[in-house]
C-alpha cells in the first residue's frame, strides 16, 4: 500500500519569505504521479502542482516548485514570495496510474500560515 | 462554466439513520470519486464510479454505497450511520483512467 507522510503539522511563514513544506511517500512503483493540493476554508481541494515520476525535471507553477527526489522518495513544495491567500491545509498526495480508475492516497496535511 | 457541485453543504442526522450525498461533475468528466475526510486528516478514497458501475473501492465497510446516473451525476449513501461517520465528504470528478481531478466544496456530515 502506497502511504504519503507529511511530518510538519503547522508552519508559518512572513509575507513576500520563502517556505519549504516536506513530504515523503512510500511505493514500490516506478510510475507514479505526485501532487499537491491546497485547502483554504472554503474546503474545495485546489490543484497546485503536479510531478510526473519519470521525468527528472522539478515542477514549477509561477510562486510554487517542487523538489522532487525519486531515489528519497521525497516531494518538498517551495512557496516563493508568500502571500496571505497562501494560507490554507497543503497535503502531498501519490497517485499511482492504472488502467481505468486511479485514486489519490493523501497525507495528513501540513496548515500553512502567511503572516502579514 | 460549473466545477463539481455537491449537496446539501451541510448536514446533521442522528446515529442509527441513512444518509445520502449529491455531486455532479464537472462538464465534459465522466468519473466521479467520493472521498471521506475526517477532522484534521486528509482524505480517504471510498470509491469511484464510471458508467454507472464501482470500478475501484477504498477500505470501506459495505454501510457506504453509491450509484452514478447516465447523466454522470453520483449518490454516495452510508447506512446506520456511527458518530465515528461524521467528516468532510469530497467528491471529484474526472475523466476515466485520468489524473486530472476535480474536486467539490465538499459536505459537511455530522452524526448526533
Known amino acids: 500500500a502506497q502511504t504519503v507522510t507529511q511530518s510538519q503539522p503547522e508552519m508559518s511563514v512572513q509575507e513576500a519569505e520563502t517556505v519549504t513544506l516536506s513530504c515523503t511517500y512510500d511505493?514500490?512503483?516506478?510510475?507514479?504521479?505526485l501532487f499537491w493540493y491546497k485547502q483554504p476554508p472554503s474546503r474545495q481541494m485546489i490543484l497546485v502542482i503536479r510531478q510526473e515520476a519519470y521525468k527528472q525535471q522539478n515542477a514549477t507553477e509561477n510562486r510554487f516548485s517542487v523538489n522532487f527526489q525519486k531515489a528519497a522518495k521525497s516531494f518538498s513544495l517551495k512557496i516563493s514570495d508568500s502571500q496571505l491567500g497562501d494560507t490554507a491545509m497543503y497535503f502531498c498526495?501519490?497517485?499511482?496510474?492504472?488502467?481505468?480508475?486511479?485514486?489519490?492516497?493523501f497525507g495528513t496535511g501540513t496548515r500553512l500560515t502567511v503572516i502579514p | 462554466d460549473a466545477g463539481v457541485t455537491q449537496s446539501p453543504t451541510h448536514l446533521i442526522k442522528t446515529r442509527g439513520q441513512q444518509v445520502t450525498l449529491r455531486c455532479s461533475p464537472k462538464?465534459?468528466?465522466?468519473?466521479v470519486s467520493w472521498y471521506q475526510q475526517a477532522l484534521g486528516q486528509g482524505p480517504q478514497f471510498i470509491f469511484q464510479?464510471?458508467?454507472?458501475?464501482?470500478?475501484q473501492r477504498g477500505n470501506f465497510p459495505d454501510r457506504f454505497s453509491g450509484h452514478q446516473f447516465p447523466n454522470y451525476s453520483s449518490e454516495l449513501n452510508v447506512n446506520a450511520l456511527l458518530l465515528g461517520d461524521s467528516a468532510l465528504y469530497l467528491c471529484?470528478?474526472?475523466?476515466?483512467?485520468?489524473?486530472?481531478?476535480?474536486f467539490g466544496s465538499g459536505t459537511r456530515l455530522t452524526v448526533v
Open positions: 462538464s465534459g468528466h465522466d468519473t
Open positions: 464510479y464510471y458508467e454507472e458501475e464501482e470500478r
Open positions: 498526495a501519490f497517485m499511482k496510474p492504472e488502467t481505468g480508475a486511479n485514486n489519490l492516497f
Open positions: 471529484a470528478s474526472s475523466l476515466y483512467g485520468g489524473s486530472g481531478y476535480t
Open positions: 511505493t514500490s512503483e516506478n510510475n507514479y504521479y
